[in-house]
T-cell receptor, first 109, second 114 residues
Framework: DAKTTQPNSMESNEEEPVHLPCNHS???????IHWYRQLPSQGPEYVIH???SNVNNRMASLAIAEDRKSSTLILHRATLRDAAVYYC??????????FGSGTQLTVLP | DVKVTQSSRYLVKRTGEKVFLECVQD?????MFWYRQDPGLGLRLIYF???????EKGDIPEGYSVSREKKERFSLILESASTNQTSMYLC?????????????FGNGTRLTVT
């Protein structure tokens, strides 16, 4: 199973950028890095994923370290609706994606 | 956008009852998954299916079975519900089984077994 390490919690001010870190200690060469988030009383929501290069989509950016042992999810301008638990994972197959405790992001108005 | 729909948001069942949790996805995805989520334990995979009528055990299959008769529908069955199966159940789908295929989740069914 994927072994990832994330801070338990982070805070950000509204409309400021947020950088959420993740260490991927057991990542292998063919594993994709995934990020999901979960709002209260909802299922996890896919945010972004990538293999080696940095990735951007409408929700966020994903920065992947050159050795792929770490990644950073970047929310460019945090809003109150971004307050959620953020999970990172890595896997070579959808079946093996695992979700640990995640990072609770609090956005302050 | 992919839509994964779970039939119930909340269910209350009695010990020993047979419970059916239904999940439907509308994007012709090959793979479907059932997880349970408990505080402090994260998401744990119960079963998954990579094709119609095909299924594989996940990490915690004991006490559960599944059915996939149609591509879009994946059912989780608790043959005889027990109180330790009180949990949030999450269904997910993915286009393929590769690591580059993201999971799309439903909003969950919170099951209470009394």
């Amino acid at each position: 199973d994927a072994k990832t390490t994330q801070p338990n919690s982070m805070e950000s001010n509204e409309e400021e950028p947020v950088h959420l870190p993740c260490n991927h200690s057991t990542i292998s060469g063919t594993d994709y890095i995934h990020w999901y988030r979960q709002l209260p009383s909802q299922g996890p929501e896919y945010v972004i994923h990538g293999l080696t290069s940095n990735v951007n989509n409408r929700m966020a950016s994903l920065a992947i370290a050159e050795d792929r042992k770490s990644s950073t999810l970047i929310l460019h301008r945090a809003t109150l609706r971004d307050a959620a638990v953020y999970y990172c994972s890595h896997s070579g197959s959808a079946r093996q994606l695992t979700f640990g405790s995640g990072t609770q992001l609090t956005v302050l108005p | 956008d992919v839509k994964v729909t779970q039939s119930s948001r909340y269910l209350v069942k009695r010990t020993g009852e047979k419970v059916f949790l239904e999940c439907v996805q509308d994007m012709d995805h090959e793979n479907m998954f059932w997880y349970r989520q408990d505080p402090g334990l994260g998401l744990r995979l119960i079963y998954f299916s990579y094709d119609v009528k095909m299924k594989e055990k996940g990490d915690i299959p004991e006490g559960y079975s599944v059915s996939r008769e149609k591509k879009e529908r994946f059912s989780l069955i608790l043959e005889s519900a027990s109180t330790n199966q009180t949990s949030m159940y999450l269904c997910a789908s993915s286009l393929s089984g590769t690591g580059g295929s993201p999971l799309h989740f439903g909003n969950g069914t919170r099951l209470t077994v009394t």
